[in-house]
């Protein structure tokens, strides 16, 4: 004879097992402390790439007046993510983000070279590539000298093969 076996109900009240409080705190203190983690990580790698577009970064501005750069400098204006590189034969604006992956480049003085945390990219005074993987040469953006200011326009990168004097903007 077959003996019948009882059916389980799986959502009955008799197969929940209560969570213990123990258990509860545990997984309280877990997720805590996966969201801690998770900012941590999102904050150390946030500055690597660049923010996104609409937000309140001004698109033109003044960098100073053109007796403010000395021939030979190169100026960071990190909120506009811009270079004003003033050499002998004028002035550029050169964007910091890198054309590789998107990484913001920095200006080295001592070694006079634009370098990527990134990937170890290397870029001359007029942003071209002398070392690393970028395809081109760092982007322009439009200068222009008004009423003895030097003005930038961010909108749109300009992107190039090489570095031309023509690129070059007299004060
Ligand atoms: S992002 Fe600059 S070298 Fe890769």
């Known amino acids: 004879m077959e003996m019948m076996k009882e059916k389980k109900d799986p ?18 203190w ?5 969201v801690v983690v998770g900012e941590l990580i999102a904050g150390t790698f946030a500055f690597l790439w660049p923010r996104r577009k609409g937000g309140k970064i001004e698109t033109v501005f ?3 007046k053109v007796t403010d750069f000395k021939v030979g ?11 004003i590189v003033r ?3 004028g002035f550029l604006a050169i964007s910091s983000v890198c054309t590789h992956l998107h990484c913001i480049v920095n200006w080295n003085a001592v070694l ?8 170890g990219a290397k870029f001359n005074q007029f942003g071209e590539v002398v070392a690393g993987p970028p395809p ?3 982007d322009l953006y439009k200068l222009q000298i008004v009423a003895g200011n030097v003005v930038i326009d961010t909108v749109g990168g300009i ?10 903007v007299k004060a």
């Not at 959502?11 to 309280?28: E, H, M």
């Not at 100026?75 to 811009?82: L, S, Y």
């Open 30 to 34: 877990i997720a805590a402390a996966a």
């Open 87 to 89: 050499t002998e034969g």
């Open 112 to 119: 006079k070279e634009f370098e990527c945390p990134c990937h």
């Open 11 to 28: 959502g009955s009240q008799a197969d929940k097992k209560p969570i213990s409080r123990r258990r509860f705190i545990a997984y309280v």
């Open 159 to 168: 992107e190039r093969n090489k570095f031309d004097p023509s690129q070059l």
């Open 136 to 138: 081109r040469p760092l």
């Open 73 to 83: 400098e190169v100026i960071p204006f990190r909120k506009e993510r811009t270079f």
């Open 62 to 64: 003044i960098g100073g």
